[in-house]
């Protein structure tokens, strides 16, 4: 693994149905978010975890949670989706100012 | 509030011509400020970033953006364009002042005309 790993790299999914997405970093960064890109929207934060055990909420968290039980994992669920959270999900890290992103997973809700 | 803004959707530039993408900001303290650029289906790829010291930026593929203090703005700017610099454009800052949250714009889509 080189970076920042997403998976699945797309889900259709239907609505009312418990989502995981998965995201892995090997650069041993603190710092790890979650954002969704929506045209015209541009990236909006989910939430964000500074270091493993602790997390926050950015600007949309409502339907959706995450954990961070160690440096590399950064899981973000969607409890019961719905069609509004169709959206490309992106997975970033970073250490110090920069922030690198993942290849993004999309997810569509029906 | 932190914010920032990227007050266009598209910018149009025929290739060799220079370009600028406009990004201004709002912090309540001092800015640390980015631009990152998005290639179709592809996660953002960070361009550069200002923190202190020199104004004016280099960062990769010929890219530059000039911190202004007092117009609160970062443009990015290149002398001649590529066509392969056609792409999604963001500008981000984070408050120094604050915590390990950068704020995105909702970028600017750059065509460049060959």
């Known amino acids: 693994i080189a970076g920042i790993t997403q998976a699945p790299t797309s889900q259709i999914l239907a609505a009312g149905r418990r989502m995981t997405l998965r995201c892995t970093q090997d650069m041993r960064h603190n710092a790890m978010y979650w954002y969704r890109q929506d045209l015209g929207l541009g990236l909006r934060l989910i939430h964000y975890?500074?270091?493993?055990?602790?997390?926050g909420k950015g600007e949309v968290p409502d339907g959706y949670s995450v954990s961070r039980a160690n440096t590399d994992d950064f899981p973000l669920t969607l409890a019961s989706a719905v069609p509004s959270q169709t959206s490309v999900y992106f997975c970033?890290?970073?250490?110090?100012?920069?922030?690198?992103f993942g290849p993004g997973t999309r997810l569509t809700v029906l | 509030a932190q914010s920032v803004a990227q007050p266009e959707d598209q910018v149009n530039v025929a290739e060799g011509n220079p370009l600028t993408v406009k990004c201004t900001y709002s912090?309540?303290?001092?800015?640390?400020l980015f631009w990152y650029v998005q290639y179709p289906n592809r996660g953002l790829q960070f361009l550069l970033k200002y923190i202190t010291g020199d104004n004016l930026v280099k960062g990769s593929y010929g890219f530059e953006a000039e911190f202004n203090k007092s117009q609160t703005s970062f443009h990015l700017k290149k002398p001649s364009a590529l066509v392969s610099d056609s792409a999604l454009y963001f500008c981000?800052?984070?408050?120094?002042?604050?915590?390990?949250?950068?704020?995105f714009g909702k970028g600017t889509r750059l065509h460049i005309l060959p």
């Open positions: 912090v309540s303290g001092n800015p640390y």
């Open positions: 981000a800052v984070r408050d120094v002042n604050r915590d390990d949250k950068i704020i």
């Open positions: 970033a890290s970073s250490r110090g100012n920069e922030q690198f």
């Open positions: 975890s500074n270091t493993a055990g602790t997390t």
